[in-house]
C-alpha cells in the first residue's frame, strides 16, 4: 500500500501546548475510524510552522477527505517512492 508524506501549514504549531497536539491527535484517530482501516497515521513530525505527516493508504483521494473531515490542511501531499538511511549505503 503507498505511503504519503502531508506537508501542513501551521504557522506556530512547534509552540502548541502538548493540550492542544493531544486534542488534534484525538480528531486525526476519529476521522480515521470514521474512514476505516485502509487509512493509517502512522507518525507525525511537528517543526515551527509546519506538521509532516506519514500515512498509508491506498489513494491520495483519501488522505484528502481525511484532511476535510477533519479540518486539517493538507497543503501538500507526496507519495514515497524509496526509504533510505544511512544502512542503504553499506
Known sequence: ??????ERDL???GLLPAEELRAISR??????????????????YVTADKVYCIYVAPNEDLIR???????FPANRIAEVHAVIDPVTAE
Open 11 to 13: 504557522p506556530g504549531a
Open 27 to 44: 480528531k486525526s484517530c476519529e476521522v480515521l475510524e470514521e474512514l476505516g482501516p485502509q487509512v493509517q497515521w502512522l507518525q507525525s
Open 1 to 6: 500500500m503507498p505511503r504519503y508524506v502531508i
Open 65 to 71: 477527505e481525511h484532511a476535510r473531515m477533519g479540518g
